[in-house]
Nanobody, 129 residues
Framework: QVRLRESGGGSVQAGGSLRLACEGSGYTVSTYCMGWFRQVPGKEREEVALTDTNNNIIYADSVKGRFTISQFTISQDNAKNTLYLQMNSLKPEDTAMYFC??????????????????WGQGTQVTVSS
């Protein structure tokens, strides 16, 4: 049975950092498309970043610039079957519930929330100004 367990959320001040982790069980991380979505109450889930075994990395347009300057980094440790999201220079608008997702195979840029079979329960990130 595939399970995803997120950790690492919390409350920080603007400019602070958090590293989210998603530990997978029941499958091999390296054979799946894995990534992060986030959701603010009352709004739809928003993709943050995805990565797969082909080292494809897909960033949402809303955060792509922050990955470009390494404020956000997505990575995975196959030995630990764990996906990470390092977030630096956090802003209040990053406040959301962050969810880990997984889907067998490679990632496709046209995938939306409905295309992911497996979801974690989420970890809350709160950034205060």
């Amino acid at each position: 049975q595939v399970r995803l367990r997120e950790s690492g959320g919390g409350s920080v001040q603007a400019g602070g950092s958090l590293r989210l982790a998603c530990e997978g069980s029941g499958y091999t991380v390296s054979t799946y498309c894995m990534g992060w979505f986030r959701q603010v109450p009352g709004k739809e889930r928003e993709e943050v970043a995805l990565t797969d075994t082909n080292n494809n990395i897909i960033y949402a347009d809303s955060v792509k610039g922050r990955f470009t300057i390494s404020q956000f980094t997505i990575s995975q440790d196959n030995a630990k079957n764990t996906l990470y999201l390092q977030m630096n220079s956090l802003k209040p608008e990053d406040t959301a519930m962050y969810f880990c997702v997984a889907e067998p195979g490679i990632c496709y840029s046209y995938y939306g929330p409905k295309d992911y079979t497996y979801w974690g329960q989420g970890t809350q990130v709160t950034v205060s100004s």
